[in-house]
């Protein structure tokens, strides 16, 4: 046998494992959600694509971003979809608009697609990538292959993030995302360097253009892809170092704590202490029945050892009027029940006053929620005799009633897809006037009878669609949202098939967003926030949750007074609104109460009775509550504390936002000085009793702290205010002072 010679086979052997390597990079397996992958790395060897390789560089470089070529118009004469969410309308602008002078076929490197992003010519935008970047090098083959676009290119069907969740161990630790493209001919690519990336909280976790993720403290965010106009996420969770105290055992009241805790201790944090007695009847009081409870309901329920009491006090509350009252308010709120919207003058007034008579009448029943939701899509009729149809005249189009009831039951906001793809949401324009093409089933007509409208379900009824991308022109095909488009047999029942999907126990947005919302009422925000916008692109604060309360929705037919009775029972809900050492920078992980301002309504109610005075809203009875009020009426204190408008769909909820006017005005107005000097309210009722001994200064700072506070004042706080006290001649003025300051006070305007 010859020898063997080493000097020449070495050489052999090396480019051999290269070309091993190789093969093995370009078979390599992404081992995600459990199923083999197969990851196409030639891509760099085939001739570019206008979809796989031109346009994620228009997107990534930010050409295609409003404030460049994506806003309305363009710059420079090019005009790009925003944000490259609807590649394909690009290649036009850019290959053949203004001549074609954007492409030079013959000599590439003249071509001003080239040029201009690479600051060999003057350009607006500035430098976007070098003269030698692999960008630059890409297009300059496109072109040179003739800059190809065709119809058949392979679309994006499929964008995944991995990994898909993620937990750091310590503050300052980076992981790196993936980000795999799956096209519509079955490649795969690796689009991490081409996807586009954002932290929902930076202040939590940061990422880099090439998607490296650093934590910066803890807490939870999610990290956003996006590629061709498709967006996936990434959940992270940073927990709070270790401080070399073990975990204690948190207890638990119902499963709604349990999920709570799991979240909590992932995170390393600490719930606070349980509220005081005092603390709890004033929170649930304000809560229910948007009251507060007498000086004596405080000292009957600080004195009882039974320890049901806070179950008992809610069951009690949640059967009054005033709990009817309360809810009722925030359905109107909710479906906008306003007569400026339902007619002129008496006669909007009239359809107002029905509908709220509806709603309040389904919530003294207690009606299931899938029951009202669905006669209220189903109703027909005299908007003057049904009040439910007056729903269908707050929106007078289609597209409107589509907007108005993704938004409310399904908590979906279509409004962006009307014209475009939203950046970070999955609905299509196509999608937004499919899901019209139900609510343009349903027509009205003149009733013949004052200005009443008749609402009636049309067959024949159809919607055009008149997104400027997508099936323009085209009519739209009554599609549900996420499934399938109605068959054409079942479209003379539309509305009901519509109600149907809506409020089926499947339904994968009805029951978690009705949740949602209902959560959001006791905590200022919900789960998924904000409410009326759950993209599968936000993450939930506490995982698992929404669904089991969910999953518990249905299970008890849809019983709204369950859910809410379940969520202050919680303990989560009967936390102290004190933080502890671990959970102050906790704004949405339910560790602490976080107090809320009270609701316009409630706090008049409420300084109304702490002052003993009653307020005349236009031509109701003087002793009624602003919560009972049927229809909005003129108020500027009202205005002022942010009640809903009941204007526009994108501003449901009343504002309940601290403002300057507002301490202003109950510090220093002559409307509040007017109410405490009255000769009839509480202050005249204290020091001149009709039968009984005069209240001696003591248990005057008392009864004053446990009206407006719900509580006895503190050692500190009783001498304080019995200092203003000690001269008679001016004992009226003092008591004033005293409690216009309580009234002003945050413990006061805050539900705490």
Known sequence: ????????????????????????????????????????????????????????????????????????????????????????????????????RRINLLDPEQSLLYLKPTGQIPHEGGVRFGANSDEAETILRWISAGAPFSPDEPRLEKLEIEPSESTFTAVGETKQLKVLAHFTDGSVEDVTEQAVYESKDEPVAAVTESGLVTSERWGGTAILARYLGVVSSSFITVPREADGKSYPEILTNNFIDEFVAAKLKKLNVRPSELSTDAEFIRRVYLDTVGKLPSSDKVREFLDDSNPEKRSRLIDALMETPEWVDLRTLKLGDMLRVHPRRLGNGQFGERAAVLFHQFIQDSVAENKPYDEFVREVLTATGSTY????????????????????????????????????????????TDDYWNFAAFTGKVNTRGGGVYQE????????????????????????????????????????DA???????????????????????????????G?????????????????????????????????????????????TYQLSAAPNETNELDDRFFSRFMPRPLMAQVLLDVLNDVTGTSEKYGRYPEDMRSIEVELPVNSRFLNLFGRSDREFLGNLDPLLEPTLTQALHIINSNYVNTKLKSRNGTITQLLEPKTGEKMQPEALVKELYLITLSRHPTETELETAMTHLTDDSTRREDTEDILWALISSRSFLFNR
């Not at 159809?462 to 991308?469: E, G, L, M, W, Y």
């Not at 126990?505 to 949602?516: G, L, Q, W």
Request: with cysteine.
């Open 527 to 571: 789960i998924v926030d904000p409410v009326d916008d759950m993209r599968a692109t936000t993450p939930a604060s506490v995982e698992g949750l929404l669904e089991a309360l969910a999953e518990e929705f249905v299970r008890s037919g849809y019983d709204t007074k369950h859910i809410i009775k379940l969520i202050l029972n919680s303990r």
């Open 1 to 100: 046998m010859k020898s063997i010679r080493w000097n020449s086979i070495v050489p052999f052997l090396i480019v051999c494992a290269i070309a091993a390597y190789t093969t093995m990079l370009t078979t390599s397996t992404c081992w995600g959600n459990a199923e083999n992958v197969q990851i196409d790395n030639e891509a760099k060897n085939r001739a570019p694509l206008f979809l796989k390789d031109i346009a994620p560089i228009l997107d990534k470089q930010g050409c295609s971003a409003g404030l460049c070529h994506g806003k309305f118009g363009g710059q420079g004469g090019l005009n790009l979809s925003l944000l490259t969410l609807n590649p394909e309308s690009d290649y036009e602008p850019i290959v053949h608009h203004n001549r074609g």
């Open 385 to 428: 005799q049904n009040g439910p149809t007056n729903y269908y005249r707050i929106e007078r189009q289609p597209s409107g009633r589509a907007e108005t009831t993704a938004q409310v039951f399904l908590g979906i906001r279509l409004s962006c897809a009307r014209c475009h793809k939203h950046p970070f949401d999955e609905w299509t």
């Open 495 to 525: 509305i009901k098939h519509l109600a149907d999907w809506m409020t089926a126990d499947s339904n994968p947005y009805f029951a978690k967003a009705t949740v949602n919302r209902l959560w959001s009422y006791y905590f200022g925000r």
């Open 453 to 492: 409208l008749v609402v009636y379900h049309n067959p024949a009824g159809r919607v055009i669609n008149q997104s400027v991308q997508g099936n323009r022109g085209q009519v739209a095909q009554p599609t549900f949202l996420g499934g399938e488009t109605l068959p054409e047999t079942h479209r003379a």
